[in-house]
């Protein structure tokens, strides 16, 4: 049974940090491509970040590019989204999933609420 | 960025009719890189097609999509209760972009 687990939300004042992590089962994840997806309240999906199979390349969304970074660990299964320099505008809830380019599904976690707040 | 804009923003039928939702983007999506994606409150996403007219595995076949280049319809051909729901519309090439949503609301 294919599992993503997400973990690390939580409130955080602005300007600090967070890091969020997306625990993988049942599926090689060493093989796909991952993203970050957020979702802010009432709001609609905005992509994140992405970083290749093999963590060789990544790519960012304008408004995250410079405090965000996407990382993995396949020896753990894991992937990573470090948050800095944090704002209100980035509370959301934060899902990763898996990449769709020459699969016929996806994976998805059921996602992590951030809340950026004083 | 390869911008996608759907309509309607709302959709208000009763169960058993038709739903058409459309998304154009704003150029030409490679490879017919192009998802729908139903969303319930609380829920992550859900994949409904793939490759602008695949269907996802376990999705009903009252769901179809079609289209290409830059234009692309999802249809459901009889509203079941459980499909009011909100659509949304992909493309998966580098990077990913996601229309705004069209909100399938019971009449």
């Known amino acids: 049974q294919v599992q993503l687990v997400e973990s690390g939300g939580g409130v955080v004042q602005p300007g600090r940090s967070l890091r969020l992590s997306c625990a993988a089962s049942?599926?090689?994840?060493?093989?796909?491509?991952m993203h970050w997806v957020r979702q802010a309240p009432g709001k609609g999906l905005e992509w994140v970040a992405v970083i290749s199979y093999d963590g060789s390349n990544k790519h960012y969304a304008d408004s995250v590019k410079g405090r965000f970074t996407i990382s993995r660990d396949n020896s753990k299964n894991t992937l990573y989204l470090q948050m800095n320099s944090l704002r209100p505008e980035d509370t959301a809830v934060y899902y990763c999933?898996?990449?769709?380019?020459?699969?016929?599904?996806?994976?998805w976690g059921q996602g992590t609420l951030v809340t950026v707040s004083s | 960025e390869i911008v996608l804009t759907q309509s309607p923003g709302t959709l208000s039928l009763s169960p058993g009719e038709r739903a058409t939702l459309s998304c154009r983007a704003s150029q030409s999506v490679s490879g017919s890189y192009l998802a729908w994606y139903q969303q319930k409150p609380g829920q992550a996403p859900r994949l409904l097609i793939y490759?602008?007219?695949s269907r996802a595995t376990g999705i009903p076949d009252r769901f179809s999509g079609s289209g290409s280049g830059t234009d692309f319809t999802l249809t459901i051909s009889g509203l079941e209760p459980e499909d009011f729901a909100v659509y949304y519309c992909q493309q998966y090439g580098s990077p990913w972009t996601f229309g705004q949503g069209t909100k399938v609301e019971i009449k």
């Open positions: 490759g602008a007219s």
């Open positions: 999933a898996s990449d769709l380019v020459g699969a016929t599904t996806d994976y």
């Open positions: 049942g599926f090689t994840f060493r093989s796909s491509a």
